[in-house]
């Protein structure tokens, strides 16, 4: 299993600025996830977080909104960029310590743009 | 496109019933499919993992069974009590694995 913390839970941000979140777990793990949760929705993948290298966007997001960095096997950061109240929702980190395994999730940060 | 189906509507059932949360998937052949619990304000939880070569499994409570050619698994909770209520969220995976793409989840309340 894994332990993941973000940083911060919650945020209340102005249109127009960027938030940087923060997710740390306990142990190396070869895949990172970024999610985005909406308020009464599904998770929908951002990106997948690769170490030494770009992140793996999904159809719909972009890396100049949502730059991601993966320095390490243990850390990763996801800019919210340029934000607007449609980025209000949840974000979520979470791994996989294998192709096959089960997901781990952070608790999420909970964004509001105003 | 890939779709996933779960119940949208949420389910309510008594204390000490069988729950019974259905999924579907259309346009793609998983290699595996996971369930998850989600409570309000947290990140999921995985219960289950079952692989296309598995019928059915069990853990404690859960039970969850995957039908490839329906395209389709059930979860069931047996003797349900009200510390189940939640969002029950189901992911199948393709064969790779490396990313899940989430179902819109199904809300149980369980009565006392």
Known sequence: ?114 | SQKIEQNSEALNIQEGKTATLTCNYTNYSPAYLQWYRQDPGRGPVFLLLIRENEKEKRKERLKVTFDTTLKQSLFHITASQPADSATYLCAPSNTGGFKTIFGAGTRLFVKA
Do not use: H
């Open chain 1, 1 to 114: 299993s894994a332990v993941i913390s973000q940083k911060p839970s919650r945020d209340i941000c102005q249109r127009g600025t960027s938030l940087t979140i923060q997710c740390q777990v306990d142990s190396q793990v070869t895949m990172m996830f970024w999610y985005r949760q909406q308020p009464g929705q599904s998770l929908t993948l951002i990106a997948t977080a690769n170490q030494g290298s770009e992140a793996t966007y999904e159809s719909g997001f972009v890396i100049d909104k949502f730059p991601i960095s993966r320095p390490n096997l243990t850390f990763s950061t996801l800019t919210v960029s340029n934000m607007s109240p449609e980025d209000s929702s949840i974000y979520l980190c979470s791994v996989k310590t294998g192709g096959y395994d089960e997901q781990y999730f952070g608790p999420g940060t909970r964004l509001t743009v105003t």
